[in-house]
């Protein structure tokens, strides 16, 4: 009886030490798929970020250019990285605002705080979009005048979530050229990518400061 009983266990063991082992290599399998769903999301990403930092056309572009417009770029990348580890996955997206607008605090309000969260993706999609802005800011628009502030305006709306950016106070803005040759508010990263994962993108260049908009789709956004 006593052997029985033994035995009994044993193969009890056996059963929850396999059962473990099945759970552990499932929970590896899930584990590798969303690690290479995120690295090609990344690589995306990236191949974006260099694809729209460098001219359209043959030109030759110099080292200072290359930093100015894509080293920057991939440091906001590395920071909405950053966010999405510490936040497990998802980025609330005024907080995605707060980090990229920080040392600014005097410099910008946000209207509105909808309970919304970005997937890994947009976080870092948006987080392009978010850096372009201030770097154009701070080079041409509200922030580079001591006077100058930051609107922006964050409102639910039944497509998505509406963004809205207002500059004030700072130096006349103006268009750049119609025929494309001028991207000095990085037009090509708040255009056409921004397009790519948004809609209804808007670029208004008032005299009295740059105004954008756009719409981030609500199935991208939770």
């Not at 399998?29 to 995306?44: M, P, S, T, V």
Request: hydrophobic share 45%; net charge negative.
């Amino acid at each position: 009886m006593v052997d029985a009983v033994v035995c009994v266990l044993l193969i009890e063991y056996v059963n929850r030490s396999l059962e473990k082992e099945t759970e552990a290599k499932r929970h590896q399998a899930l584990l590798k798929d969303e690690l290479q769903h995120r690295i090609q999301n990344l690589f995306a990403v990236i191949q974006a970020a260099i694809r729209f930092s460098l001219p359209s056309n043959e030109a030759r572009v110099s080292a200072a250019v290359i930093k100015d417009r894509l080293l920057d770029r991939l440091q906001a990348m590395v920071d909405a990285s950053r966010h999405v580890s510490d936040a497990k996955g998802e980025v609330a997206l005024i907080d995605l605002i707060h980090g990229q607008m920080r040392g600014f605090d005097e410099r910008y309000t946000v209207h509105g705080r909808p309970q919304v969260t970005l997937n890994p993706q947009l976080t870092q999609n948006f987080s392009l979009i978010l850096h372009e802005l201030i770097t154009n800011s701070l080079k041409y628009g509200a922030l580079s005048a001591a006077a100058g502030s930051v609107y922006i305006k964050l409102m639910e709306v039944p497509a998505g979530v509406l963004f809205d950016w207002t500059e004030t106070g700072g130096p006349i803005v103006s268009a750049p050229p119609a025929d494309g040759s001028g991207d000095s508010f990085g037009s090509r990263i708040l255009g056409q990518f921004a397009r790519s994962f948004c809609s209804d993108v808007a670029i208004a260049y008032d005299s009295a400061g740059l105004h954008y908009s756009l719409q981030i789709p609500r199935q991208q956004s939770v």
